[in-house]
Nanobody, 126 residues
Framework: QVQLVESGGGLVQTGGSLRLSCAASGRTFSSFAMGWFRQAPGKEREFVAAINWSGGITDYANSVKVRFTISRDNAKNTVYLQMSSLKPQDTALYYC???????????????????WGQGTQVTVSS
């Protein structure tokens, strides 16, 4: 089992920045690929960013490329999502997720992740 706790969400103006954190406990953090997803009211959960166990491979949704950066610190059992140039359409509940070690280093599919946090709300005002 892995427990994931997100933090760092809040209210920010358009163009602002936030850094989300996801602290993991339980099994060895470095054995998991990690991802960030988000869900806005009335919409399906969507992929935001993913990172492999070492941090050497990352992927992003087209809507956040250049503006968001995913990173991890295995010594701190934490994955981060640095968000900049935020837009109102970035408003959502942001979840981090952990994916057990696999031959595929990362995934953009929510159903391929094994553990989820409770989410942290990000609201971008116009």
């Amino acid at each position: 089992q892995v427990q994931l706790v997100e933090s760092g969400g809040g209210l920010v103006q358009t163009g602002g920045s936030l850094r989300l954190s996801c602290a993991a406990s339980g099994r060895t953090f470095s054995s998991f690929a990690m991802g960030w997803f988000r869900q806005a009211p009335g919409k399906e959960r969507e992929f935001v960013a993913a990172i492999n166990w070492s941090g050497g491979i990352t992927d992003y949704a087209n809507s956040v490329k250049v503006r968001f950066t995913i990173s991890r610190d295995n010594a701190k059992n934490t994955v981060y999502l640095q968000m900049s140039s935020l837009k109102p359409q970035d408003t959502a509940l942001y979840y981090c997720a952990a994916r057990c070690e696999s031959t595929v280093p990362i995934s953009t599919r929510a159903n391929e992740y094994d553990f989820w946090g409770q989410g942290t709300q990000v609201t971008v005002s116009s």
